[in-house]
Structures are given as C-alpha cells and as structure tokens.
C-alpha cells in the first residue's frame, strides 16, 4: 500500500467503521467527475437507489464525486485494490502504461457504436482483462463514451489546422494520436481542462459531447468539429472496480444483488446514459460554430491516425502479447455485440 492510500485509508476508517453498523454493507464510490457529469447525474445515482432498493437498504451505496475523498485521478485504481475505498470509477487510461490490453478499444476510428464497444468491453474484461490486467481488484463493470470529437479556440476544418494547436488528449493513445495528426499532444484529466483553457496553457481538447457541459467547455471555446456519419475519432474506457476483499467479504445474497446490476447490464446501461447526455450536451452547443467533417475529410484522419496502430502493436509485443491479433479481437467483438 502506497502512502497516499495509506493515509487516506486511515483518514476514512473510522467514518467506514461508524457507518457500517447502520446496514450489512456501505460502498463508497470515489471518482473525478462533478455532480453534474452525466455518469454520475444519470447512471451512479440511478444504481445507488436500485441496488439500495434492491437489498432492502442492507447495501449502502455513498458517491464521492470531483475527488473529493483525496487523491489525483490516476490514484484512483489504486484507491481501490489497496483499500483505502471500497470502489472507484475511473478511465485505466489516466494510468499510462498499465493497462495496455485495455487500449486495443481506445485505438482511432476503431468505435463505431459505443453501446456495442461498451459489451465488447465488458466481455474482454470477463475473458480475460480480470485475471490479468484488473487482478487486483474486482471489476463490477466496464464500457466506453460516445464518439470523441474535438473542441477549439480556432476552427478545424481540415486535417492541417491542428498544426501548431496545444490539444489536451485523456490518455496515452489518444495523445499519440493527436501527436500523428500535427497538434502538440498534452496529457491532462479531465479536471484540469477549464483552467488550462482560460491559461491559455491549451487551445482546444479532445472530449465527447456528452462531458462538455459539466466543464462549461461550450464557454471556453466555440468551435466544434465532428467527422462523418457515426465515425468516433476515439473513445476511451471506464470502468467501475471494487476492491476485492470487501466484494469477497459480502454475503452471497448481498453479492448477486450487486452483481445483478453490474456486469453486461451496466456496460450497456452507462453507455446509452452517455450517448443520451451527448445529445445534450451537443445542444447546448448550438449557438457555437459545429463543424462537420466530410467523408472525404473524415478518410484523410483515418489514413493518418494508422502509424498509430503500427506503434501500439509494436508496443503490445514488447508487453508480452500479439498485438495484431488484439485489433482483430476487439472487432471481432465489437461487431458481434451490434
């Protein structure tokens, strides 16, 4: 256990200790969304009244949104396997390096449909990605947002605009692929958008609609630029993880309760919950300058984002596993989902 857990694990225990003699079991969910993200609006708050419901009250679920139990994003996992919470929902992508399976959905253009990537996920992860990648906690689901676009200070019209602009990427694919297409990639979490924005540390960032009004990005930028038809220049993967000994430790009518609606329930549920705040958020747009990339166009990114799968692959090898053969997999999955 690292010392931050260490000493947000103690700072938290005797309110765990107080709150557990109320009911069987209290789940505290940490994330680094606000109270007005939709994932936590629409999709946590709606499973903490059915699970609670579902369990007569004996499973408390307690949400503790815009980190506000401690900790930076990328601390998040972590948080959970060593137990400082009992649960956490966080992008494994705000971890660089770890999990390098769970990139093969993030790669550009791969999602076409972010309801069937999502069970495409979930599937990889019940497979799989569990006793590899996730094995240090319990994966309660997983799935992905809906197609990422780009937002700006300047217009993007074509491919060679985003030469010279500073652009915020989520994770290490996407950065790379940002990299490719001539913009100067920055890492940065969600959190940290609104500031560097106004600092004017980036001139745009790469984000789904459906995230955007909770950051007030329609205020910072007014250009908006989509590609063609459904075409997602990327998405990126969430999952919701517990740690494991406190989901071994339930009692088994607590834990098929909790299981009920998690899994491939959640997966499908999270992803319509955010393909529903997209069409808000894209309306709350409007008045800004929505740009909307042609076939044509939408070809020339997708020709230049390949190097990007060249160099994953490449990558994949040196971590130990086929690389070409997880692109394949993931469509083979993707497609047998819609």
Do not use: C
């Not at 947000?8 to 225990?13: K, S, V």
């Not at 676009?149 to 996407?174: N, Q, W």
């Not at 692929?177 to 920055?186: K, Q």
């Amino acid at each position: 256990m690292t010392i931050k857990t260490l000493t947000l694990a103690a700072a938290l225990g005797a309110f765990g200790a107080a709150s557990a003699t109320a009911q069987d079991v209290t789940i505290r969910i940490h994330h680094f969304m606000s109270e007005k993200a939709s994932l936590h609006a629409n999709m946590l708050a709606v499973f903490e009244e059915k699970v609670e419901t579902a369990s007569d009250g004996r499973i408390a679920i307690e949400l503790f949104p815009a980190m506000s139990l401690g900790g930076r994003p990328g601390d998040l996992y972590d948080q959970a396997a060593d137990g400082a919470v009992e649960a956490i929902l966080t992008l494994p992508g705000y971890t660089a390096g770890r999990f390098n399976q769970t990139e093969v959905f993030e790669l550009p253009f791969i999602m076409e449909d972010s309801v069937a990537t999502s069970k495409a996920f979930w599937s990889l992860i019940e497979s799989d990605l569990q006793d590899s990648e996730y094995d240090e906690v319990h994966v309660l689901s997983g799935w992905v947002h809906g197609p990422g676009l780009l937002h700006s200070e300047e217009p993007i019209t074509k491919l060679e605009d985003l030469a010279g602009m500073e652009m915020r990427g989520p994770t290490r694919v996407v950065t790379e692929l940002l990299g490719e297409l001539g913009a100067t990639p920055v890492g940065m979490p969600l959190p940290a958008i609104p500031e560097n924005l106004s600092k004017g540390v980036i001139s745009g960032a790469a984000l789904p609609w459906e995230i955007t009004p909770s950051i007030r990005l329609p205020e910072l930028v007014t250009n908006h630029t989509e590609f063609s038809g459904n075409t997602a220049l990327y998405t990126a993967t969430f999952i919701l993880a517990m740690n494991q000994d406190v989901y071994d430790s339930m009692p088994e009518d607590l834990r098929s309760i909790l299981d009920a609606e998690t899994g491939a329930a959640m997966a499908e549920f999270a992803a319509g919950v955010m393909l529903e705040g997209d069409v808000v958020g894209r309306k709350q747009a409007e008045a800004n300058n929505i740009i909307q990339l042609d076939e044509a166009e939408t070809e020339r990114w997708i020709a230049a984002s390949q190097p990007v799968y060249d160099a994953w692959a490449a990558r994949a090898t040196d971590e130990g596993f086929d690389g070409v053969a997880a692109i394949e997999n993931a469509r083979a999955l993707i497609a047998a989902n819609k």
